[in-house]
């Protein structure tokens, strides 16, 4: 199964069916979520937008990605990067997150590995803590 932005009975070409995060929770009978690591490979871009306007957010007290930046990295001196993660610092702040660890990666980019991971230049690790729950 896979974390989206909606839920599709349909297989992926991966054979995987998606979800929300909230059917996945309803699905699992989890009140509340301690940790959520995500590492989507670039499919956080689709997931969030569901998951900051359903509120499921609420239900999870911390949250730890890795956030796939787009393109290529000579291209990243413009600021995207920084753009990319100044967004989702709002955006999850807007619903009481708090950030408490980021880290850019310099690993290897993921185009050097094959065309499956797509074309992501490099990686963000970013935690943010549940406010509420504090």
């Known amino acids: 199964m896979c974390l989206w932005g909606e839920d599709s009975d349909n297989m992926t070409s991966a054979g995987w069916r998606c979800k929300?995060?909230?059917s996945i929770r309803t699905m699992l009978k989890?009140?509340?979520i301690d940790v959520l690591k995500i590492d989507i490979e670039g499919g956080?871009?689709?997931a969030f937008p569901?998951?900051?306007t359903s509120g499921t957010l609420r239900f999870v007290k911390q949250i730890v990605f890795e956030f796939h930046v787009p393109g290529d990295p000579i291209q990243h001196r413009d600021g995207i990067a920084e753009e990319w993660f100044r967004l989702y610092n709002?955006?999850?702040e807007d619903q009481g997150f708090k950030l408490f660890f980021s880290w850019q990666n310099p690993r290897k980019r993921l185009t050097d590995w094959g065309t499956v991971a797509?074309?992501?230049s490099h990686n963000l690790e970013i935690s943010w803590i549940n406010t509420h729950y504090i």
């Open 44 to 46: 956080e871009r689709r």
């Open 20 to 22: 929300t995060l909230n």
């Open 90 to 92: 709002m955006l999850f």
């Open 118 to 120: 797509g074309n992501h």
């Open 50 to 52: 569901e998951m900051l």
């Open 30 to 32: 989890h009140n509340v």
